[in-house]
């Protein structure tokens, strides 16, 4: 009986130290975690995706343009002093007084012959 138990013993002790070696090399690396806050459970808020933004549809603006009113043109006048005998921008002083004259652009100057070669 001796013999038999020390070969069940020894079998066991064998087994004991497979299953060591076995769980030590799956198990436990020396690492420690802490965790501060809320379960493992606990995600964060839930992921909305970006969409599109809506599209804005506005009615076209027209300005409406003022109308255009055609305003005749003001009279034209030269001023003419009898007395110089001369135009306004040329005579700055009258002492007759100032006669409005139609304007009448002069005559076209010809154009001299060229002389001959």
């Known amino acids: 009986m001796n013999r038999l138990l020390k070969i069940v013993l020894g079998a066991a002790f064998g087994v004991g130290c ?3 070696c076995a769980t030590a090399s799956a198990g436990w690396h020396g690492h420690v975690g802490v ?13 909305y995706p970006y969409y599109y933004p ?3 549809v506005a009615d076209p603006v027209y300005v409406q343009p ?3 009113v055609q305003v005749p043109a003001p009279p034209n006048y030269w001023y003419y002093c009898r007395q110089s005998n001369a135009y306004y921008p040329y005579a700055s002083q ?3 007084g100032w ?6 652009p002069p005559a076209p100057a010809q154009a001299p012959t060229p002389a001959p070669r």
């Open 35 to 47: 965790w501060i806050g809320p379960g493992p459970w606990w995600w964060g808020p839930p992921y």
């Open 18 to 20: 497979l299953v060591a």
């Open 66 to 68: 003022n109308p255009v």
């Open 99 to 104: 006669e409005q004259v139609s304007p009448q």
């Open 94 to 96: 009258c002492p007759s």
């Open 54 to 56: 809506p599209v804005v």
